[in-house]
């Protein structure tokens, strides 16, 4: 019923910039928070940044001043600007949004959380 469809991963070296994606298709109604995640080898997957409705955002201490978050109601999506990229920033980065679809307004559902398929981005010399 939601699909998160992320693209902007890749290889980039120390101290360059990316700049992450993901727009959400399907029958949604509404979308409360949207965010990124990342998870390394061998690591747990982590909050990277996360933005509600209102525009309020949140980001993980290693992050901060680095990355940006922001969301385009219009075009349910939300993007992750990244800078002064370090090695530790490789990881898998997963979008993530939690919304609810027409369907659910009719059952009652309260709203769900969606995933992304995930980028890779390496950032390495």
């Known amino acids: 019923q939601v699909q998160l469809v992320e693209s902007g991963g890749g290889l980039v070296q120390p101290g360059g910039s990316l700049r992450l994606s993901c727009t959400a298709s399907?029958?949604?109604?509404?979308?409360?928070?949207m965010g990124w995640y990342r998870q390394a080898p061998g690591k747990q997957r982590e909050l990277v940044a996360t933005?509600?409705?209102?525009?309020?955002?949140n980001y993980a201490d290693s992050v901060k001043d680095r990355f940006t978050i922001s969301r385009d109601n219009a075009k349910n999506t939300v993007y992750l600007q990244m800078n002064s990229l370090k090695p530790e920033d490789t990881a898998i980065y997963y979008c993530?949004?939690?919304?609810?679809?027409?369907?659910?307004?009719?059952?009652?559902?309260?709203?769900?959380?969606?995933w992304g398929q995930g980028t890779q981005v390496a950032v390495s010399s």
């Open positions: 993530q949004i939690r919304a609810r679809t027409v369907p659910d307004i009719y059952s009652d559902t309260p709203p769900r959380d969606y």
């Open positions: 933005i509600t409705s209102g525009s309020t955002t």
């Open positions: 399907g029958s949604i109604f509404s979308i409360n928070t």
